[in-house]
């Protein structure tokens, strides 16, 4: 089945050290989406990227950082962890948004732990 | 500035009743999508239905439907014949599409619980 993965499901940290988060996709989307979920609150768009064009929301602390070699995978690199950074990290794709009618697919999330 | 609004922090509801989440939204915007995602606890988020603000008519995907009002820029969810797989958190979304992406909004979700 055609789907979101993320690895690991569960990360564990120490303080400033730094963490990557990965996310792959076997949609063939365009577009893919880093977002923060705390706890019970809605995720919050990080950055995201069409294509190879990366775009950061202007809130996104300098902290963190993405990659995506290729279409199929893209990387969350947290340079710094700061105890406030604990959530869930959440993937998300979509196709061109010409075309995908606005859904985007999710993965089921990387929950970090900063000790 | 786009902002999406659920007043229900928590709701419940017996199992094979119907229960209705709000959701309000404020755009300038003639052209948008409108969504309700549920995400049970410790699993992905799931699209549960889609509405586009040109249609007027409401949106069903089986037991779940959608009462749309453009004029009032609201947009609840009613789900009918509850089941105990309904427990999750419901966010209503919001999304107007530009030329690189589709930016959801989302609303701060209502957390449903279904009992026997």
């Known amino acids: 089945d055609a789907m979101v993965i993320q690895n690991p499901r569960y990360q564990v940290t120490q303080f400033g050290k730094p963490v990557t988060l990965s996310c792959s996709q076997t949609l063939n989307h365009n577009v893919m989406y880093w977002y923060q979920q705390k706890s019970s609150q809605a995720p919050k768009l990080l950055f995201h990227?069409?294509?190879?064009?990366?775009?950061n929301e202007a809130d996104t602390p300098d902290n963190f950082q993405s990659r995506r070699p290729n279409t199929s995978f893209c990387f969350l690199d947290i340079r710094s962890p700061g105890l406030g950074d604990a959530a869930m990290y959440l993937c998300?794709?979509?196709?061109?948004?010409?075309?995908?009618?606005?859904?985007?697919?999710f993965g089921p999330g990387t929950r970090l732990t900063v000790l | 500035a786009q902002t999406v609004t659920q007043s229900q922090p928590e709701m419940s509801v017996q199992e094979a009743e119907t229960v209705t989440l709000s959701c309000t939204y404020d755009t300038s915007e003639n052209n948008y999508y409108l969504f309700w995602y549920k995400q049970p606890p410790s699993r992905q988020m799931i699209l549960v239905i889609r509405q586009e603000a040109y249609k007027q008519q409401n949106a069903t995907e089986n037991r779940f439907s959608v009462n749309f009002q453009k004029a009032a820029k609201s947009f609840s969810l009613k789900i009918s014949d509850s089941q105990l797989g309904d427990t999750a958190m419901y966010f209503c979304?919001?999304?107007?599409?530009?030329?690189?992406?589709?930016?959801?909004?989302f609303g701060t979700g209502t957390r449903l619980q279904v009992f026997p």
């Open positions: 979304a919001f999304i107007f599409p530009s030329y690189n992406t589709d930016k959801l909004i």
């Open positions: 990227y069409y294509d190879k064009d990366f775009n």
């Open positions: 998300a794709t979509s196709r061109d948004p010409a075309e995908s009618g606005g859904e985007q697919f």
